[in-house]
């Protein structure tokens, strides 16, 4: 069998952002083409927020055009048969992208586990993952350690990582997430499947110039 062409993308994004959810899941449907490699970097995007979790409306969104998102996430949910409950509060995202950082360095498994297992408990199963009980839970499932897990919360080396994520966003000029590049393209936001694979092929070709 012919080996997929190996594809590397960088994704800006946070667990607690709706399009994020929907943009891994959209992305990911990629892998049916490719060797997807995808860095990904991890942006707080509400550190106002408590961790004991606050009523969505404590956004302060105009309410016209909250109500129009989530309409039109639970319309791409439903079409796309993606798992989605209604959302109802908001959490702080900080320690549960440490913790993410930090599981990087238990292996592609344990990450990936870990990283859909963060996006279920808040998108499907309506969890709050600004709480480190919480998170620990979460963490032993997909594999971490006790002492990795405790640890991330205070490794300097991972909050440097994180530090790094905002500081390569703005040499991107990144100012939301989810945010994907493809080499030199930039999509940003809601991003259709038909819009990343026009841009995996285009990346895919410039790659093969090279």
Not at 96 to 122: I, M, P, W
Request: hydrophobic content about 35%; overall charge negative; some cysteine.
């Amino acid at each position: 069998m012919k080996p997929l062409p190996e594809l590397q993308v960088t994704v800006y994004s946070d667990y607690i952002c709706p399009f994020c959810y929907v943009g891994h899941h959209r992305l990911q449907r990629l892998r049916d083409e490719y060797d997807l490699k995808i860095n990904w970097c991890f942006l707080e995007i509400h550190p106002e927020t408590s961790a004991n979790g606050e009523p969505i409306d404590s956004l302060e969104y105009p309410s016209e055009q909250w109500q129009k998102m989530l309409e039109n996430l639970e319309r791409i949910a439903q079409e796309e048969n993606i798992p989605l409950s209604k959302l109802n509060f908001i959490t702080n995202s900080k320690d549960a992208l440490v913790l993410s950082e930090a599981a990087k360095q238990c292996g592609r498994e344990v990450f990936y586990d870990l990283h859909e297992r963060l996006f279920n408990a808040y998108f499907v199963d309506g969890e709050n993952i600004g709480d480190r009980n919480v998170l620990k839970k979460i963490a032993s499932a997909s594999g971490m350690g006790d002492k990795t897990i405790d640890s991330s919360w205070t490794d300097e080396t991972v909050k440097k990582r994180l530090l790094n994520n905002f500081n390569s966003a703005r040499a991107h000029n990144i100012q939301s997430v989810p945010s994907f590049i493809f080499g030199e393209r930039v999509l940003t936001g809601v991003v259709a499947e038909s819009t990343f694979r026009d841009a995996a092929e285009q990346l895919s070709r410039a790659c093969k110039n090279h």
